[in-house]
């Protein structure tokens, strides 16, 4: 990771590889042909003039902080499997409290964000569970105080994949069948 990222150039050339994998495409018009500002990072689309930098349209643009230090963000928050806490974040970026809780913030809607926009592919498995805690009276379904959580896992080489769940009010087609189209 340090070696990897260590310097504000190697983080952008990374993030441009992911936002044009296959070279620069012009948001507006959808042209693939540029002249690059360098200076300033940006590329100006030889079709409509318009310009565009790397980071537009990503979580990073108009922050104050370095993408070095959004980068290491994120890999602190992914190491510590999202449970870091914002002063021990402030210091190991070096910025303040209150940046390190917004950075946080705006990782975790990003990620949750990202959770929601992914489509399950594959062969899938889907299933439903209660979940709650040990309670006296009728077992199974339509057990008191429990929730109806529908499951969908994808199946790969024998191996569970990504996950879905979502708790819903009751296990009826209606409900399965919403989840099934969302995932
Ligand atoms: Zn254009």
């Known amino acids: 990771m340090a070696k990897q990222f260590s310097t504000e150039d190697d983080c952008l050339k990374h993030l441009q590889q992911m936002k044009w994998p296959n070279g620069f495409i012009s948001p507006d018009c959808g042209n693939n042909h540029s002249y690059e500002i360098t200076s300033r990072h940006l590329?100006?689309?030889t079709q409509c003039k318009k310009q565009t930098s790397v980071m537009s349209g990503?979580?990073?643009?108009?922050?104050?902080?370095?993408?070095?230090?959004?980068?290491w963000a994120i890999y602190f928050l992914g190491s510590d499997k999202g449970s870091i806490s914002a002063l021990r974040l402030s210091k190991l970026i070096e910025v303040n409290w209150r940046t390190a809780r917004l950075?946080?913030?705006?990782?975790?809607?990003?990620m949750g964000?990202?959770?929601s926009l992914y489509q399950l592919s594959g062969t899938i498995e889907l299933d439903d569970a209660l979940v709650g805690g040990r309670q006296k009276g009728k077992r199974g379904r339509g057990?008191?105080?429990?929730?109806n959580v529908l499951i969908a896992c994808e199946s790969k080489d024998k191996k569970a994949g990504f996950i879905a769940m979502a708790v819903v009010d009751s296990i009826c087609h209606f409900s399965v069948n919403e989840f099934v189209k969302k995932h």
Do not use: M, V
């Open 103 to 110: 950075i946080l913030k705006k990782l975790r809607t990003a």
């Open 43 to 45: 590329y100006e689309c």
């Open 58 to 71: 990503t979580l990073f643009h108009g922050s104050k902080i370095t993408l070095n230090q959004w980068f």
């Open 113 to 115: 964000h990202r959770d």
């Open 143 to 147: 057990a008191a105080g429990k929730k």
